[in-house]
T-cell receptor, first 117, second 114 residues
Framework: AQKVTQAQTEISVVEKEDVTLDCVYE???????LFWYKQPPSGELVFLIR??????QNEISGRYSWNFQKSTSSFNFTITASQVVDSAVYFC??????????????FGQGTILTVHP | EAQVTQNPRYLITVTGKKLTVTCSQN?????MSWYRQDPGLGLRQIYY???????DKGDVPEGYKVSRKEKRNFPLILESPSPNQTSLYFC?????????????FGPGTRLTVL
């Protein structure tokens, strides 16, 4: 069975601080996909990134960066120079290629990030 | 505009009163699914559909029904809602099943069962 653990339930930072959201996953699949979603206070889910298990290159998109380490089954998300608009719930998720789980997304519990001015 | 729509967005109801939450997508996607979001539990899949007339249970199907009579629609039915079904519900669709396909989420339906 697949499992995603986000150890940090809540994080509070002050604007301009860097913050890292941890994500650890478990799966028996050799091919899988990892995702991060953002849920702002308005409630919708905003797709941030998808990474497949064969691509261990780190990714940077503006102030966002992702560190994928297959050896430790982690896919951590860092926000550099955080801003108040980054305040949201962030979800890490795992999916298989469509085998026994038929592409179901398995979500972590979510991390509530609050950025104070 | 490519999108997944859900209705209603907010609903307050009473125990036992049947309700339906509609979900519709305009992207000709084969795969659709329903998730519920609860604090501390993240999102969990309720039901999914691989295509028209093909549906199956997800992780938390108890108390829910679905149907897929048309490709674009995937309604979620609560025959006899109970307070433990108070939650935020999301419908999602993708071209096909499989993690390599991006899933598009609807805006969510916040349901309260009194």
């Amino acid at each position: 069975a697949q499992k995603v653990t986000q150890a940090q339930t809540e994080i509070s930072v002050v604007e301009k601080e860097d913050v890292t959201l941890d994500c650890v996953y478990e799966t028996r699949d050799t091919t899988y996909y990892l995702f991060w979603y953002k849920q702002p206070p308005s409630g919708e889910l905003v797709f941030l990134i998808r990474r497949n298990s064969f691509d261990e290159q780190n990714e940077i998109s503006g102030r966002y960066s992702w560190n994928f380490q297959k050896s430790t089954s982690s896919f951590n998300f860092t926000i550099t120079a955080s801003q108040v608009v980054d305040s949201a719930v962030y979800f890490c998720a795992l999916s298989d290629p469509g085998g026994t789980s038929y592409g179901k997304l398995t979500f972590g519990q979510g991390t509530i990030l609050t950025v104070h001015p | 505009e490519a999108q997944v729509t859900q209705n209603p967005r907010y609903l307050i109801t009473v125990t036992g009163k049947k309700l339906t939450v509609t979900c519709s997508q305009n992207m000709n996607h084969e795969y659709m699914s329903w998730y519920r979001q609860d604090p501390g539990l993240g999102l969990r899949q309720i039901y999914y559909s691989m295509n028209v007339e093909v549906t199956d249970k997800g992780d938390v199907p108890e108390g829910y029904k679905v149907s897929r009579k048309e490709k674009r629609n995937f309604p979620l039915i609560l025959e006899s809602p109970s307070p433990n079904q108070t939650s935020l519900y999301f419908c999602a669709s993708s071209l096909r099943s499989g993690g390599y396909n991006e899933q598009f989420f609807g805006p969510g339906t916040r349901l309260t069962v009194l």
